[in-house]
């Protein structure tokens, strides 16, 4: 029997094999490599081979990812891991320590919001000044009587203008997803 000798951490992977092994969408692969994140190798003929220590940075993509981390963030901190070898436990630490304070954070954000929930659902009021959820610390009484959470009502023209400006500006999160990636190749 032959035995088959296991890919060393030096091998160069297709394209295929990456995503088969990651469960990420070669269109995914593309994106992050525009986005700076990961960086293949490119053949005499322009195919796509990648370093096995990609699979370790897409892994920690899709974790930040899942912790909404945006990709430029994701750039920003792979800017201090090595590009050329798997990162180490160490290197690992040190990304993990900037993440984590980030996820507390998170965490005792949607802790107060669960409690501030819980007792809007068992309150009952109907007073925007008692509101503890939509009108923290009466913030809206100091912006006088009326309508304040309506915007105002502009010209047509000055409307039009806004409305076209908001349409043209991508949002930053959207803009840092494959499937933004996905619709830019299908225009394209």
């Avoid at 007792?119 to 009587?145: F, K, M, R, T, Y």
């Amino acid at each position: 029997m032959v035995e088959i000798p296991a890919p060393r951490p030096t091998d160069l992977l297709p394209i295929g094999e990456i995503v088969r092994r990651t469960g990420v969408a070669a269109s995914a692969l593309h994106f992050y490599e525009r986005k700076g994140l990961i960086h293949p190798e490119r053949t005499d003929g322009g195919t796509r081979m990648y370093p096995r220590h990609v699979e370790r940075r897409i892994a920690i993509i899709q974790v930040a990812k899942r912790l909404g981390i945006p990709l430029s963030e994701v750039a920003e901190q792979f800017e201090a891991l090595p590009a050329d070898r798997m990162p180490s436990l160490r290197d690992w630490n040190r990304l993990n320590e900037r993440w984590r304070a980030r996820l507390r954070a998170r965490q005792l954000e949607l802790e107060r919001l669960q409690q501030e929930m819980t007792q809007c659902i068992g309150c009952g009021c109907v007073s925007l000044g008692a509101c503890s959820v939509v009108n923290p610390g009466d913030a809206l009484g100091d912006e006088g009587h009326g309508a304040r959470r309506l915007l105002p009502i502009e010209d047509d023209a000055a409307a039009d203008d806004s409305a076209a400006t908001a349409a043209d500006t991508p949002a930053t999160t959207a803009a840092d997803t494959p499937a933004a990636a996905t619709a830019e190749e299908a225009v394209a």
